[in-house]
């Protein structure tokens, strides 16, 4: 205990519940409330006493402390997505600009495969007249070398022996 503060109070593992009970208790007034629920009912009826009574402050004392309780619930559940470092005007620029129509989140684009790119366009190789995938193995196995199956005039010149006039 610091001398100069005087006493910290150790509420750490205290419920709501149970530090409106003290509160009360100390003074002078028996709440007979066990549980949230019946501290609900309780201080909803000290509600009308205001603030010209000890128990009419502890009821707003009650609805602060619930409302604080909800509040931090919600935030906590909002880092959870957000995680702990972000920008309210970011938050708040993002959510002026999806009301307004300004973004839209696009849909994820497939990566289509060169087989698949084939088959829809239907391009076919020049040589063997097999779909686009072909080129490559079929250039290779008649000259033995890699060629880009982009290059028809050199796959052409490679099946009339033309090789060499291409290159």
Do not use: F
């Given at each position: 205990?610091?001398?100069?503060?005087?006493?910290?109070?150790d509420?750490?593992?205290?419920?709501?519940?149970?530090?409106?009970?003290?509160?009360?208790?100390?003074?002078?007034?028996?709440?007979?409330?066990?549980?949230?629920?019946?501290?609900?009912?309780?201080?909803?009826?000290?509600?009308?006493?205001?603030?010209?009574?000890?128990?009419?402050?502890?009821?707003l004392?009650?609805?602060?402390?619930?409302?604080?309780?909800?509040?931090?619930?919600?935030?906590?559940?909002?880092?959870?997505?957000?995680?702990?470092?972000?920008?309210?005007?970011?938050?708040r620029?993002?959510?002026?600009?999806?009301?307004?129509?300004?973004?839209?989140?696009?849909?994820?684009?497939?990566?289509?495969?060169?087989?698949?790119?084939?088959?829809?366009?239907?391009?076919?190789?020049?040589?063997c007249?097999?779909?686009?995938?072909?080129?490559?193995?079929?250039?290779?196995?008649l000259?033995?070398?890699?060629?880009?199956?982009f290059?028809?005039?050199?796959?052409?010149?490679?099946?009339?022996?033309?090789?060499?006039?291409?290159?």
């Open positions: 205990m610091d001398p100069r503060r005087g006493p910290d109070p509420y750490q593992d205290c419920t709501l519940t149970d530090w409106i009970n003290r509160a009360a208790a100390a003074q002078g007034i028996e709440l007979d409330a066990d549980d949230a629920e019946a501290l609900g009912d309780v201080m909803y009826d000290c509600l009308q006493y205001g603030v010209d009574a000890t128990e009419g402050i502890l009821a004392l009650h609805a602060a402390a619930v409302q604080a309780a909800e509040m931090r619930g919600r935030l906590a559940s909002i880092e959870d997505i957000l995680g702990d470092d972000y920008s309210l005007d970011r938050l620029e993002l959510t002026e600009a999806v009301r307004d129509g300004r973004y839209v989140v696009q849909p994820k684009l497939k990566v289509w495969t060169d087989e698949e790119i084939a088959e829809i366009t239907g391009y076919k190789c020049q040589i007249k097999n779909l686009k995938q072909c080129c490559t193995p079929h250039l290779k196995r000259c033995g070398e890699a060629y880009d199956h290059e028809p005039k050199a796959a052409e010149a490679s099946l009339k022996g033309e090789y060499d006039a291409v290159h």
